[in-house]
């Protein structure tokens, strides 16, 4: 009786623990897939900063020539200075998706295929970028990703992609704040931290809608590498840099972390001048816009490398209060430009629009810095604050005195304040 009422015990505890190992395997899966769907966030806490393919190369890209300029972004500096992004932008892929209706990276242009090409990014301590389009065709005529949204992401998961740039070519009636959200819900649904750069030209005003679904967006059409002259296409006009600041007052609110205004890729290094390139990477920082380089990073001059890599005005874009800068004066084509820091300094960009030099005396006195946005503002009667040229890389005197120089033809003088 007692063997019996042992077996009975133990067949019972037998029992027990079958039950509990499969409820625990049960709820496993469950607390993996919760874990799946966590959304990812926090990607873009200060503007992305990059390289991107299109501006120099357009669709004229390969292995080879891409892993050099890989080896270029790392030697000259760019990556030590921030730049994190290295994005194939329109013409990776093949003409056809395959048998299966994938995406196939162009054999000719890409030997070793995509992953391989990925890795070799990350190998350089980079992260990977990649191009596709909310229509049936890419703008360069390669598919396109309508009805393909979770393939694709799927497929840019497994080659290791960090950050896809969205355009918005041949997309005929489609909704593009639902096109947006259902790529951004494909790339989410794969578990990988992808950065989504949408690319929708601002047509949409996608700063209304695009916090929460992507971490840039353009607010522009392209850039051109003309400083205040647009460039007409024939159905479409490439903007200057000037016709792209003058866009940015009117939304600069809806920019900051993890939801930046893109106002396009930087032209610097591609045919301006060192004056416009100087102010177009400064208003760049100050608008605490991306910094996305599109220049060939191989036969860069030391001007266009030492505007690039300038820490100290990185430092102004990069400022973790993320809050764009405003215009607080216009006069006779000599501009004002205004950022508050997260350390209770100010940037201040004196910008000289206009074909000939300009001398310039500030009375800080008569003008206290008042933004409502950041509800920060600076009484230069009572507080004072040093003042130091970015660029000159010099201390200047202090907000008591008057601020005398001249500024160049079409170039800018940036200060850095920081009280005393």
């Known amino acids: 009786m007692k063997a019996?009422?042992?077996?009975?015990?133990?067949?019972?505890?037998?029992?027990?623990?079958t039950v509990n190992v499969v409820l625990a395997q049960s709820e496993a899966p469950v607390q993996t897939q919760k874990s799946a769907n966590a959304k990812i966030t926090n990607l873009a806490p200060t503007p992305p900063m990059g390289w991107n393919s299109w501006n120099t190369f357009q669709t004229r890209i390969d292995e080879k020539l891409l892993r050099d300029m890989v080896d270029t972004f790392v030697s000259s500096g760019m990556r030590d200075a921030g730049y994190k992004y290295f994005t194939l932008d329109d013409g990776w892929m093949s003409m056809e998706r395959d048998q299966n209706g994938q995406?196939?990276?162009?054999?000719?242009?890409?030997?070793?295929?995509?992953?391989?090409?990925?890795?070799y990014v990350h190998s350089k301590g980079l992260k990977f970028g990649i191009y596709n389009c909310a229509g049936d065709k890419t703008c360069a005529g390669y598919p396109g990703t309508r009805g393909h949204e979770y393939e694709?992401?799927?497929l840019y998961a497994s080659w290791g992609v960090d950050l896809l740039k969205y355009d918005w070519c041949n997309t005929d009636s489609l909704n593009a704040r639902e096109a947006y959200i259902t790529m951004a819900r494909a790339l989410q649904a794969t578990g990988r931290p992808v950065l989504f750069s949408l690319c929708e030209w601002g047509n949409h005003q996608p700063w209304l809608w695009a916090n929460g679904v992507g971490e840039m967006y353009r607010a522009t059409g392209d850039i051109t590498a003309n400083f205040d002259k647009d460039k007409h296409m024939g159905t479409w006009t490439a903007l200057s840099?000037?016709?792209i600041v003058d866009k940015q007052p009117a939304i600069r609110q809806y920019n900051g972390p993890n939801h930046w205004n893109d106002p396009d890729m930087l032209e610097v290094g591609n045919g301006m001048s060192f004056a416009e390139d100087k102010a177009h990477f400064s208003l760049w920082c100050m608008l605490a816009a991306p910094l996305i380089a599109g220049n060939d990073l191989r036969k860069m001059s030391e001007q266009t490398k030492n505007i690039l890599t300038n820490k100290a005005v990185i430092a102004i874009d990069q400022d973790a209060l993320g809050v764009a800068a405003y215009r607080n004066s216009s006069e006779n084509g000599l501009e004002t430009w205004v950022k508050p820091l997260s350390d209770g300094g100010w940037a201040v960009c004196f910008l000289n629009r206009s074909d000939k030099a300009q001398d310039i005396t500030y009375n800080w006195a008569k003008n206290p810095l008042q933004d409502s946005f950041s509800r920060r503002t600076a009484d230069f009667t009572g507080a004072v604050y040093r003042l130091h040229d970015v660029w000159a890389k010099k201390d200047v005197g202090t907000t008591r005195?008057?601020?005398?120089?001249?500024?160049?033809?079409?170039?800018?003088?940036?200060?850095?304040?920081?009280?005393?």
């Open 401 to 420: 005195g008057l601020f005398k120089t001249s500024i160049p033809a079409r170039d800018v003088v940036l200060l850095l304040l920081t009280q005393k």
């Open 4 to 17: 019996i009422y042992n077996h009975i015990i133990l067949t019972g505890l037998i029992g027990l623990l």
């Open 103 to 119: 995406l196939v990276a162009d054999p000719k242009k890409f030997p070793s295929g995509m992953k391989a090409f990925a890795d």
């Open 241 to 243: 840099v000037l016709t």
């Open 152 to 154: 694709d992401a799927r």
